[in-house]
Structures are given as C-alpha cells and as structure tokens.
Antibody
Framework: QLQLQESGPGLVKPSETLSLTCSVS??????????WGWIRQPPGKGLEWIGSIYYSGSTYYNPSLKSRVTISVDTSKDQFSLKLSSVTAADTAIYYCARQDGSGLIGKYWGQGTLVTVSS | DIVMTQSPDSLAVSLGERATINCKSSQSVLYSSNNKNYLAWYQQKPGQPPKLLIY???TRESGVPDRFSGSGSGTEFTLTISSLQAEDVAVYYC???????????FGQGTKVEIK
C-alpha cells in the first residue's frame, strides 16, 4: 500500500526558506508513470496546488509561486522535496504531499499533512 | 489558468435529504480525444487530507457510498449526495486536472452541514 509522509520544521522565520521532504513507501518513486506533488492549505481556507515533479526530474509549478518554489526528487531514497524561499506569514499552511497519476488526478494518495507556521 | 467556481459556499441540509453542489470551470475540461472530463470531487473533514470521491466527473472511487454521484460535462458539474448522512458533514472541493501537468486548480470549497 502506497503511503506518503511529510517531514520538516514546523516553524520558519519570515524571509527564510521553507524546506519539506515527502517520504514514499510501498512503491518505488521512479517505477510509476506518475507525478509527485505538493499542495497547501492555509488554516481554515481552501486548497492550492504548489507544483509537482515527474520521476525523471521534470518539474511543474503554480505560476503564482514559481519564482520561489523548487521541487526535487531523490529516487535512491524514494523521497521528494519542496523548498519555498522568502516566506511570509501568508505561507503559513498545512502542506500536503500527494501522488498524481499520469492523467494528473491527485487521487487517493495523500500524506497526512504538516503545519508550517511562518513567524519570528 | 482554469478557474473553478463552486456554489453555494455553504449549505445546510436535513438528514436524509438531497444535497447538491455545483462547480463551474472557466473553460472546458472535456478532452475531445478521449471524451473525458478532467474533473474530480473531494471530501475533506477537519484534521484530515482530502478524500477522493469522484473522478472523470462521474466515476465513483472504490469504497465511496453510492449516495454520492457526479454529473456534468464541459464547464458545468454537479456533486449530489442523495440522502445526507451525519458522516457527510464536511467541506467538498472540485478539482480540474485538464491542465496537467502545468496547473491543477481547485474550487473554493462548499461546506455541508446538517439543518
């Protein structure tokens, strides 16, 4: 059974870089025709897709965040990562990692989410 | 970008009654080459990630009760809960994946409560 688990600091200072890692178990991250993505949700608000990466390393970003986002993959560890630079309080959110299938459907494989708070 | 707009923002329905949520996309999400609508519906309860209910606009995910159904094509879609149960209290989101892999977008969410 495919499982995803986010990890990383829960508190980041303004202007610094938010870094999160998603560990994938139950399948090799490089074995599937799928994308591995990040989605966030500010407290009490809706869902925003941040971006995704194909196992080959091709990346796709939300244009509204593109200048600050980097997603990378480490196939040897079955992990993919998110870096968001120059954070502000508006970046405070629950960050989810998820699997997107070849059609782009995010589907049923989500991490449980991790709350990241941006505060000094 | 394809903008997804849901209506209403919230609704209160009596137990056993029908709940209907609408979702409109700013451009068609029907892919002509395979005649599929790239539209999904999710249910989210507090403290949990979204749960997939419906994909391809009308295909129910395995294990989802048959009181949940999706319909529509092109730019207008509907999620129907035929007989609302207490455990259906949640926020529901539509999502288009037509723009994949460039940009996936969600509706703003509809909160469903018991009247």
């Amino acid at each position: 059974q495919l499982q995803l688990q986010e990890s990383g600091p829960g508190l980041v200072k303004p202007s610094e870089t938010l870094s999160l890692t998603c560990s994938v178990s139950g399948v090799s991250i490089s074995s599937s025709n799928c994308y591995w993505g990040w989605i966030r949700q500010p407290p009490g608000k809706g869902l925003e897709w941040i971006g995704s990466i194909y196992y080959s390393g091709s990346t796709y970003y939300n244009p509204s965040l593109k200048s600050r986002v980097t997603i990378s993959v480490d196939t040897s560890k079955d992990q993919f990562s998110l870096k968001l630079s120059s954070v502000t309080a508006a970046d405070t959110a629950i960050y989810y990692c998820a699997r997107q299938d070849g059609s782009g459907l995010i589907g049923k494989y989500w991490g449980q989410g991790t709350l990241v708070t941006v505060s000094s | 970008d394809i903008v997804m707009t849901q209506s209403p923002d919230s609704l209160a329905v009596s137990l056993g009654e029908r709940a209907t949520i609408n979702c409109k996309s700013s451009q068609s999400v029907l892919y002509s080459s395979n005649n599929k609508n790239y539209l999904a519906w999710y249910q989210q309860k507090p403290g949990q990630p979204p749960k997939l209910l419906i994909y391809w606009a009308s295909t129910r995910e395995s294990g989802v009760p048959d009181r949940f159904s999706g319909s529509g094509s092109g730019t207008e879609f509907t999620l129907t809960i035929s007989s609302l149960q207490a455990e259906d209290v949640a926020v529901y989101y539509c999502q288009q994946y037509y723009s994949t892999p460039s940009l996936v977008t969600f509706g703003q969410g509809t909160k469903v409560e018991i009247k």
